[in-house]
């Protein structure tokens, strides 16, 4: 009787600690998840490697481009074109403004969103600011590039993309490296 | 053997430290109960802070800061402090009389499990007096409102629901221990009483998902005070992925706080309508079914988080389908009934208000699993109005009900039988008046956690707040009643209820002895 209640209490001892690490597990199951279907708008923070493609003059793509600065952010950020019309194929390039006003350097990371989901992993970019994370002086300004291709394959009912960069203040999390370079 | 060594093994020490040190499954079941009722009327003061509040429109009696921080308290308490300890104390005085066991599998852990729970909720309750107040989130306490932005003393939050967490964690272990171990000879797995049958598959779902809670808010933990990222975008993590993490321990919750209540209406509904359960295979089936699919629907409680198409419709469907094992307990409590003999005492009165409430609740549900309609519903009075209508007239009334149905076999006496229905008259209409309203305003748009609101809910508003007053001031009325017979009710009869009321507990003595069943009992 004493053999069998620990072990079964062992067991479910164990079920539990599992269950604890599943709980973390779905972290990066989420992010797999996310990247596979393209849910939620999360696009690749890698850059895309161009593979040979005929551009399709058939089909016109409109991409639109947004900016939204996090709570408490105080940088100007800006895309240069609110609007581009693209052939799925094609290499297309952009630049987004960035101006940090005060008067002490600020670190800054761009976080993309993509609409419609199922264009995310349709809208390859080959460089763009958000891989990195954006060191500024105080006052200092930039031009930033992003250069894309939309896929050839992105589906039919695709006619406009909207890509939106939420910029955040990470000066905090990167303090020492700044903090050396006041 | 001499009488005072007979003393020391067959009756309780004396004082505090009977309490303090008791490994005896009847004495925890007690301080559980009590302790989660002590539990339920400090949540109960705190809804009735909100309801003051929503009393008329405008901002009267508290500061917005404070609203959050009651809706929040009232939430966390409700759920972690009174419903949840209320079914680990029914089980803990329950089962073992019900399987024919002399106490629970392992009474020292249980003794622990219990009193750290004490330590979680003055933790819990501390943070109301610190400064920047209390968590003021909601009891989801959704990142990065309960990471970014919250007040200092979340981290004390973070450690009550670790702590509490760990208690289940035991609790559950303890049952299922229990149930696996100690059922007496002859006690089947298909022959143990339903709620048996639910505290075993409730207690499966605790150990399955309470690490998960453990879990998300640790990471919210390493968020605020050790600079990871899980919910923060800015450092490539996602906020919406706390919803995922949270629903996926929140759905199975909800769960946990109905499953044991369907075992104690499926006890109480037999004994007074004076026949069988009818399908009682089915019920155990339907327990497990809605136990397994409550896994995969987490997500309708996050419709509107932007998902894909296919998403929305697989979590659509898959809630919609909880409705039927649901349904087949309706349909068996109600057949059961059917052509019974049926009397309706005050267990009774709350078992079939349970049925018929909840499954008002259980309607609710289905309209807000509606993806479509859950854009135009998320978010309202409307979700208020379910969520509360299959707790309390689910949860908490089946726990008035168990109180009723076995207090007698607990302590000895009768309860007054006019006084609990009275009890009972005033929750109900109480309940109504509170809940009702809230679909009607619900749909009409008014949003749930704000103080303050449009004036066309204002009448509505008013009814329910006159509702609430009234149920709460009825629980005062409640614990009258059970002090009362517990001081000086009326003895019970051994079997309490007749020869209707199956099960071994009704075999034993009222009050049922100190140690039962030290001997198994033969089940045929």
């Known amino acids: 009787m004493r053999t069998s209640i620990a072990k079964t209490s062992l067991r479910l001892l164990g079920v539990s600690v599992a269950m604890f690490g599943f709980g973390f597990a779905l972290v990066p199951l989420y992010d797999v998840f996310c990247e596979v279907t393209g849910l939620n708008g999360k696009t690749s923070n890698q850059a895309y490697e161009s593979v040979g493609a005929d551009v399709d003059r058939s089909r016109t793509i409109k991409v639109q481009f947004l900016t939204t600065n996090n709570d408490g952010m105080a940088w100007q950020f800006k895309p240069t074109i609110r609007e581009l019309r693209v052939h799925p194929g094609e290499l297309a390039e952009t630049e987004f403004f960035a101006k940090n006003p005060s008067a002490s350097a600020m670190v800054a990371q761009a976080v993309p969103s993509l609409v419609p989901f199922n264009a995310a992993e349709f809208f390859h970019k080959t460089e763009c600011f958000c891989f990195t994370q954006q060191t500024l002086a105080g006052g200092q300004e930039i031009m930033m590039p992003l250069r894309f291709i939309v896929d050839q394959d992105i589906p039919k009912d695709v006619h406009t993309i909207t890509l939106a960069y939420t910029l955040f203040d990470v000066t905090s999390k990167a303090s020492p490296r700044v903090a050396q370079a006041n | ?524």
Not at chain 2, 235 to 260: A, K, R, S, T
Not at chain 2, 359 to 388: K, R
């Open chain 2, 1 to 524: 053997m001499s009488t005072t060594t007979a003393d020391h093994h067959h009756g309780p020490a004396k004082g505090f430290s009977r309490w303090l040190y008791t490994t005896n499954h009847k004495d925890i079941g007690s301080m559980y109960l009590w302790f989660s009722f002590a539990m339920f009327l400090v949540g109960g003061t705190f809804a009735l802070v909100i309801r003051a509040e929503l009393f008329q429109p405008g901002l009267q009696i508290v500061q917005p800061e404070f609203f959050n921080q009651m809706t929040t308290m009232h939430g966390l308490i409700m759920v972690f402090g009174a419903v949840m300890p209320a079914f680990v104390g029914l089980a803990n005085w329950l089962i073992p009389m019900m399987i024919g066991a002399p106490d629970m599998a392992l009474p020292r852990m249980n003794n622990w499990s219990f009193w750290i729970l004490p330590f979680a909720f003055t933790m819990m309750l501390s943070t109301l007096f610190m400064e920047g107040g209390a968590p003021n989130f909601g009891w989801t306490f959704y990142a990065p409102l309960s990471t970014t932005y919250a007040p200092p003393s979340v981290t004390f939050f973070i450690f009550a629901v670790h702590i509490m967490g760990a208690s289940s964690i035991m609790g559950s272990i303890n049952i299922i221990a229990t149930i696996m171990n100690l059922r007496a000879p002859g006690m089947t797995y298909m022959k143990m009483p339903l709620f048996v049958w639910t505290w075993f598959i409730t207690a499966y779902l605790l150990i399955a998902v309470m690490p998960v809670l453990a879990g998300v808010v640790t990471m919210m933990l390493m968020d605020i005070h050790f600079g990871t990222s899980f919910f923060s975008a800015a450092g490539g993590g996602d906020p919406v992925l706390f919803q995922h993490v949270f629903w996926f321990f929140g759905h199975p919750e909800v769960y946990i706080m109905i499953l044991p209540a369907f075992g104690i209406v499926s006890a109480i509904i037999p004994t007074f309508s004076r026949k069988r359960l009818f399908g009682y295979d089915s019920m155990v089936y339907a327990t497990s079914s809605i136990a397994f699919l409550s896994f995969i629907v987490w997500a309708h409680h996050m419709f509107t988080v932007g998902m894909p198409i296919a998403g929305e419709l697989f979590f659509m469907y898959a809630t919609m389908l909880i409705a039927v094992p649901t349904g087949v307990k309706v349909f068996n409590w109600v057949t059961t009934m059917f052509r019974g003999s049926l009397t309706f005492e005050t267990p009774m009165l709350f078992a079939i208000a349970f049925v018929i409430l909840f499954t008002i609740g259980g309607l609710s549900g289905l309209m807000l699993a509606i993806a479509p309609a859950d854009f135009q519903y998320h978010d309202t009075y409307f979700v208020v109005a379910h969520f509360h209508y299959v707790l309390v007239p689910g949860a908490i009334f089946s726990i008035f009900a168990a109180v009723y149905y076995w207090l007698p076999k607990w302590c000895g006496n009768m309860y007054d039988e006019t006084l609990g229905k009275m009890h009972f008259w005033l929750s109900f209409v109480g309940i109504n008046l509170t809940f009702f309203p809230m679909h009607w305003v619900g749909l009409a748009g008014m949003p749930r956690r704000i103080p303050d609101y449009a004036l066309q809910f204002a009448d509505f508003n008013m009814v329910a707040s006159m509702g609430a007053f009234l149920f709460g001031a009825s629980q005062i009325f409640f614990l009258f009643i059970i002090v009362k017979t517990i001081r000086n009710g009326k003895p019970a009869t051994d079997d309490v209820w007749g020869d209707s009321a199956e099960g071994l507990e009704w075999t034993i003595p009222s009050p049922a002895p100190y140690h039962t069943f030290t001997t198994p009992p033969v089940v045929h």
